[in-house]
């Protein structure tokens, strides 16, 4: 309709931590940047991230169940709803109350499930956790888990010697309880650990995708935060699922490429600032393979 907004509206439920660069203060530039205005839904507050060793830790759950009510006094509407690192199983519950509330036909739900990395659960995630991210996440028409959420997700023992028939298979599983797209990060290419893979299905045309990009031997805070915000926001601009998958796997080695050479503390995070306006560039090239 001439002169309708044309901003789309997401509703962003992550944590705020001030120090290190994860959750709201990835998702909120990212996501500006690309066009989208970000309303959060704070699920706590935090001095810091976790894989700091000290932080200080508010839970916000309480505080949630209000500013969902007065969400719901004002009406106000999402077309995507997109969730990440959540902080107590109890809100949880809050959390699919929200989006049983808040979908509409046409809302996109992304479920990032923020539990752990290289094989271990974060400080803070417990078991019980788990099994609530596991039900929240089979609700998320996306769902974009790390390879070590992954194998919690579908409670089976962490490797990291995967084939692609694995990885399929995995993914096939995961969205035979939901979600119409799944999707994996950091995947170790076998024989080569110079090297790093994404890989997604798509149920809708019963598809399997996978970008391979290089690894550079450095562990970041936020990069999977950063990654789903890309493919979020990539797919809300009308990209295909592989287009988003590339975007999002060439923002992640941009950001890293920007940070590694420096002498730098790298539980900061990458130097996100450098690299925020290549979310504006066109794609240069594209890397995505169907398997
Ligand atoms: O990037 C994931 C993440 C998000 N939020 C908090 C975290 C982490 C990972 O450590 O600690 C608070």
Not at 7 to 24: E, Q
Not at 60 to 84: H, R
Not at 97 to 122: C, E, M, S, W
Not at 252 to 258: D, E, H
Request: aromatic share 10%; glycine share 6%; net charge negative.
């Amino acid at each position: 309709m001439l002169g309708a907004v044309q901003v789309k509206k997401v509703a962003a439920v992550h944590d705020l931590s001030g120090v290190g660069r994860v959750s709201l203060m990835m998702v909120i530039p990212i996501l500006s940047t690309m066009g989208f205005e970000v309303c959060p839904l704070p699920t706590a507050i935090l001095s810091n991230h976790t894989q700091y060793p000290t932080f200080s830790f508010l839970d916000l759950t309480d505080e949630m169940i209000k500013i969902v009510k007065a969400w719901k006094e004002l009406n106000a509407k999402f077309d995507t709803i997109y969730t990440g690192y959540l902080g107590s199983s109890r809100q949880i519950h809050v959390v699919q109350d929200f989006i049983a509330d808040f979908r509409q036909k046409d809302t996109l739900v992304v479920v990032d499930p923020v539990l752990g990395d290289n094989g271990k659960l974060y400080a803070n995630m417990t078991d019980e956790m788990v099994k609530e991210m596991h039900s929240l996440a089979v609700r998320a028409d996306v769902v974009t888990p790390n390879l070590t959420e992954l194998f919690y997700l579908l409670d089976l023992p962490y490797k990291t010697q995967c084939t692609d028939e694995e990885i399929k298979d995995y993914l096939k599983r995961l969205s035979d309880k939901g979600p119409e797209i799944s999707i994996v990060t950091g995947v170790p290419v076998l024989g080569d650990t110079k090297k790093t893979s994404v890989y997604a299905y798509s149920r809708f045309n019963d598809q399997y995708w996978k970008v391979t990009c290089s690894y550079l031997p450095a562990h970041y805070p936020g990069t999977g935060d950063a990654f789903a915000s890309v493919v979020t926001g990539a797919l809300m601009q009308g990209d295909s699922l592989p287009l988003a998958l590339d975007r999002a796997t060439q923002f992640i080695l941009q950001a890293i490429r920007a940070t590694f050479g420096y002498r730098y503390d790298s539980r900061e995070g990458i130097l996100l600032e450098k690299v925020l306006p290549n979310l504006n560039l066109p794609i240069q090239s594209c890397s995505y393979e169907l398997i």
